[in-house]
């Protein structure tokens, strides 16, 4: 049972207020450090900040705080919920006594401290590590247990980053690696050449970095960032084993029906949607693309539509059509998950914790995504916190793949080294274990 639970106001990676939740059982106590985004979605859970203050500029998180300590602690620890055996119990009390459909009461930032903090505390009271704990949660097969390929975001542009470039996220997936080390070498390896090549191109002082590790150089166009990633990789000696990934977060750049590649540089174009598609089809027929996230926006239902059906018809449902991944479209919410089902607008969901704001329904929106044979692409946000339960949930749904940033800046490697010692620890065990590699789409379903 929880005796306890608090909270309290500590800061992000960007140096913003967040929520860290504290809770204690006689097992021990266990936190919750709940992260936030820049490019948020205008359908997530809401994050709650005390905008009327003038404390942090309108960012801090007191109120948030407040519905833990006030109002989530004596109600919960009065049910006298087992953390061991009620997880789903919880987090649908959570919900109920927030009351709204956005958790606009308590505020999703609140809810998800305290959701994961029970996770926590479950684990330990079962005796098993998060990852197993989280597995049993969402009813996935233990045999083999599947480590993901790590997508490092190694240019970042977008909302992330002072440069030019419209496109949110540039990314390296090491799908040739064998296990989990090989794969992080292959990326930080991968990160270091590309420093060179950007020192090279831009000078030393181009290598500053963005929110999430990769460095942030003056280039505009998504082809100049890709250029610098086949150099890289060749320079490295990967060429062929780490493929590409994308996010534009077009959501960002999206205004009267036309997305606009010139919102940071005012000159680079303006396209329609039918442009825009094209220049996805040049760059994945050009690079060696494996997925493409959020390439149109959050209520362009009929572009995102129209891109899949034509994929599907050019490549017969073969391999040269990306994973195409949901994020601001999607919010890792079981409806927009439906809805984009029925409207057959990806392929792929981004699951993020904080998008909708407890465990258990999280783990729903994947299940419901792995039932439509779609792959489950776990992320982290660009205001991260040194929080690692997003590499246990990773491991526990076996979603074969997951973004956590570059192989840089703490509150990313946190999320890397856990992994490491996850392949470490289930390896010392003796328990089965495979690495997702190019299985990582439908590593749920098929490697079992
Ligand atoms: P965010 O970006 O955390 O700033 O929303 C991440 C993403 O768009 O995937
Ligand atoms: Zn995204």
Redesign the pocket.
């Given at each position: 049972y929880i005796t306890s639970i608090t909270a309290a106001q500590r800061l992000d990676s960007r140096g913003n207020p967040t929520v860290q939740v504290t809770l204690t059982t006689d097992k021990g106590t266990f936190r919750g450090l709940v992260p936030s985004?820049?490019?948020?979605g205008i359908h997530e859970a809401l994050e709650l900040r005390d905008t009327e203050s003038a404390a942090y500029g309108g960012k801090g998180v007191q109120q948030a705080v407040l519905s833990v300590k006030s109002t989530i602690a004596p109600a919960l620890i009065a049910k006298r919920f087992s953390v061991e055996t009620q997880q789903k119990e919880i987090d649908a009390f959570l919900c109920e006594l927030d009351g709204t459909k956005g958790k606009k009461r308590l505020g999703a930032n609140a809810i998800l401290g305290v959701s994961m903090a029970c996770a926590r505390a479950g684990a330990a009271a079962a005796g098993i590590p998060l990852y197993e704990f989280l597995r049993q949660e969402a009813g996935a097969p233990k045999a083999p247990y599947v480590l993901p390929v790590p997508f490092f975001n190694v240019l970042n542009g977008g909302?992330?980053s002072g440069n030019t470039m419209a496109f949110?996220?540039i990314m390296l997936a090491p799908v040739g690696a064998t296990s989990m080390a090989e794969a992080i070498q292959m990326g930080a390896e991968t990160y270091q050449h590309l420093k060179k090549v950007i020192t090279k191109k831009f000078g030393a002082s181009a290598t500053s970095i963005g929110d999430e590790g990769g460095f942030a150089p003056p280039i505009s166009q998504p082809h100049e960032a890709l250029d610098l990633l086949v150099e890289a990789v060749a320079a490295a000696g990967y060429t062929g084993r780490i493929k590409f990934a994308m996010?534009p977060?077009s959501s960002e750049f999206f205004h009267d029906g036309i997305y606009d590649l010139g919102i940071k540089d005012k000159v680079s174009p303006k396209l329609t949607p039918p442009e825009l598609s094209d220049l996805y089809r040049e760059l994945i027929a050009k690079y060696p693309i494996v997925l493409l996230?959020?390439p149109f926006a959050e209520d362009d239902w009929e572009t995102w539509s129209k891109f899949m059906a034509k994929g599907r018809e050019v490549d017969d449902g073969v391999e040269r059509m990306p994973e195409i991944v949901g994020?601001d479209l999607t919010v890792t919410n079981v409806e927009r998950v439906r809805e984009a089902k029925e409207k057959e607008a990806c392929n792929g969901l981004?699951l993020k914790i904080n998008q909708i704001g407890t465990i258990t329904e999280a783990i729903a929106a994947a299940n419901l995504a792995f039932s439509y044979g779609w792959g489950v692409f776990v992320?982290h946000?660009?205001?991260e916190t040194t929080d690692d339960f997003i590499a246990d949930l990773t491991v526990g749904l076996r979603t074969g793949h997951l973004k956590t940033g570059a192989p840089a800046r703490g509150e990313r490697v946190v999320k890397y080294n856990r992994l490491m010692d996850i392949e470490d620890e289930i390896r010392a065990s003796g328990e089965e274990m495979k690495f997702a590699g190019k299985e990582f789409r439908t590593t749920h379903g098929k490697m079992a």
């Open positions: 985004g820049a490019s948020t909302v992330h949110q996220e996010d977060a996230e959020d994020d981004l992320s946000r660009s205001g």
